[in-house]
């Protein structure tokens, strides 16, 4: 599978997960590990990326929506930083799949 396709369909699923997720945990925990031989099937990196920048950024997006309706939530630390650590880790392994796509050679030199 094309590499910028299978971030944009993973990203799909994290996205997915995350609504599921914030309609009722225990689905979207299944989602997830239902969503998982995607990932490790194809390219890992890449799978990987498009499902954790998904995932966080939606879940971002939903946080912000319930915010600005006026509502709050109790120890919204926490409920952020579930949507913050897994978009910064998806990022950060953005990264090098970005370079090799768009350089076509290796981000590491062995």
Do not use: E, K, Y
């Not at 590499?3 to 997830?32: E, K, P, Y």
């Not at 319930?66 to 579930?82: E, H, I, R």
């Not at 910064?88 to 050679?105: K, N, S």
């Amino acid at each position: 599978m094309n590499r910028g396709l299978l971030w944009i369909t993973t990203a799909v699923l994290g996205a997915a997960a995350s609504l599921i997720m914030g309609i009722g945990g225990l689905a979207g925990g299944i989602f997830l590990l239902l969503a998982l031989p995607l990932v490790v099937r194809g390219t890992r990196l890449v799978a990987l990326s498009g499902l954790l920048t998904g995932f966080g950024a939606f879940w971002l997006v939903m946080m912000g929506r319930q915010f600005s309706s006026g509502g709050s939530l109790d120890n919204s630390p926490l409920w952020l930083a579930v949507g913050i650590v897994p978009l910064v880790i998806g990022l950060v392994l953005t990264v090098p799949v970005a370079w090799r796509q768009i350089t076509g050679r290796p981000a590491v030199r062995g």
